[in-house]
């Protein structure tokens, strides 16, 4: 277990970094013994911080719910992080070009809950009776630590990706909201393009078979931390697509059949 002298400090780097648009080194690097439960404090710590500059949390993101994903980090397990109000961006807005250090963007269905979600044995169901709706969405990813250390070669790891809040940056949702009842979730899916090229496309079976499942891990995960999901929280279920690397002048657009699309654009 990292002092908390050092949850404290790595916290205020992350902050800082993403003020200054900068990075930080590995903290995989520079703390080796450091485990999934430090990451999640630092990111506390880090989130606290944000509580106290005044920006407000409108939900979750729950990242790493492809086995792609998890093999590329040698994991098994997904990984959480929190939403808020400053990261939220309308369908076809554009994201000034001084805002992100390197974004890279995913599509994921959205659910915006009506009725809080606690327990152990919550199920999938649970989640779909608790759901108000049901948006396309694209979520911004940045990394306020590096992606590899420039002398050693490390590549950065879980305990790097969860501490940086999950790599969340942004939120974008468009489309046309519906019941969660009305769509075969694990069917519906994404045509995802940069420039009007087609760089991905998925289903949201990719997301632990079923994009509901990533939400029932999350519920299950804040109870044994004694806390749940609550109404009105906006949920971004997991991606099912690679992340896509965008550059100035980029426009993503994620065309999701039935549900509509949604899209943005970086000036």
């Known amino acids: 277990m990292l002092a908390d002298a050092d949850i404290a400090a790595i916290a205020g780097e992350l902050d800082a970094a993403e003020r200054s648009r900068t990075q930080i080194p590995l903290?995989?690097?520079?703390?080796?013994?450091?485990?999934?439960?430090d990451a999640y404090?630092?990111?506390?710590?880090?989130v606290a911080l944000k509580d106290?500059?005044?920006?407000?949390?409108?939900?979750?993101?729950?990242?790493?719910?492809?086995?792609?994903?998890?093999?590329?980090?040698?994991?098994?397990?997904?990984d959480s992080g929190i939403l808020f109000d400053d990261m939220r961006f309308q369908d076809g807005d554009a994201v000034p070009e001084d805002r992100f250090i390197q974004p890279r963007v995913e599509a994921e269905i959205a659910f915006v809950l009506k009725a809080p979600l606690?327990?152990?044995?919550?199920t999938v169901c649970d989640v779909l009776n608790a759901t108000d709706y049901i948006?396309?969405?694209?979520?911004?990813?940045?990394?306020r630590v590096q992606r590899q250390d420039p002398q050693t070669g490390a590549m950065?790891?879980?305990?790097?990706?969860?501490?940086?809040?999950?790599?969340?940056?942004?939120?974008?949702?468009?489309?046309?909201p519906m019941r969660p009842l009305d769509a075969d979730l694990r069917w519906m899916g994404a045509i995802v393009s940069?420039?009007?090229?087609?760089?991905?496309?998925?289903?949201?079976?990719?997301?632990?078979?079923?994009?509901?499942?990533?939400?029932?891990?999350?519920?299950r995960r804040l109870h044994s931390l004694g806390a749940g999901l609550v109404a009105g929280e906006v949920v971004l279920s997991g991606s099912f697509i690679r992340p896509i690397e965008t550059r100035h002048g980029d426009t993503i657009t994620a065309d999701f059949g039935k549900a509509g699309t949604v899209s943005v654009h970086f000036r």
């Open 41 to 46: 404090r630092i990111q506390d710590r880090w």
């Open 135 to 143: 948006l396309p969405a694209l979520e911004i990813l940045d990394t």
């Open 52 to 78: 106290a500059a005044g920006r407000k949390r409108i939900g979750w993101k729950i990242g790493l719910t492809s086995r792609a994903m998890q093999a590329a980090l040698q994991i098994n397990t997904p």
């Open 27 to 37: 903290i995989s690097g520079r703390f080796p013994e450091a485990d999934m439960a």
């Open 156 to 176: 950065r790891n879980i305990i790097d990706t969860i501490a940086d809040n999950a790599a969340n940056a942004g939120i974008v949702t468009g489309g046309r």
């Open 194 to 219: 940069r420039n009007a090229v087609v760089e991905e496309t998925g289903l949201g079976a990719g997301v632990l078979n079923h994009p509901a499942m990533g939400i029932v891990w999350l519920v």
């Open 118 to 122: 606690r327990g152990a044995e919550v």
